[in-house]
């Protein structure tokens, strides 16, 4: 049974930073690219970053472009998403996921609140 357990949010002041963390069970962590989303009030979930199965690769959205990065470490099964310089519009319920989404994947993600 595939689980992904989203960790690591809370509240924080603008300026500040999170490191979010996503423990994937199952076999599905060495074999997809794995990203995090992020949903705010009142909007669609967006693609924040991913990364791929070597994690020699990683994107991400304009909006946060040198203030997160994705990692992945392949002896805990888990993948990181370190948050920099947040901002109040960064607030958001995060999760992780696999590159495309599998719908079955989807945990409870971690909210993150950023303060002005």
């Known amino acids: 049974q595939v689980r992904l357990v989203e960790s690591g949010g809370g509240l924080v002041q603008a300026g500040g930073s999170l490191r979010l963390s996503c423990a994937v069970s199952?076999?599905?962590?060495?074999?997809?690219?794995m990203a995090w989303y992020r949903q705010a009030p009142g909007k669609q979930r967006e693609l924040v970053a991913t990364i791929s199965i070597s994690g020699a690769a990683a994107g991400y959205a304009d909006p946060v472009k040198g203030r997160f990065t994705i990692s992945r470490d392949r002896t805990k099964n888990t993948v990181y998403l370190q948050m920099n310089s947040l901002k109040p519009e960064d607030t958001a319920v995060y999760y992780c996921?696999?590159?495309?989404?599998?719908?079955?994947?989807w945990g409870q993600g971690t909210q993150v609140t950023v303060s002005s």
């Open positions: 199952g076999s599905i962590f060495s074999i997809n690219t």
């Open positions: 996921n696999t590159l495309p989404v599998k719908e079955a994947y």
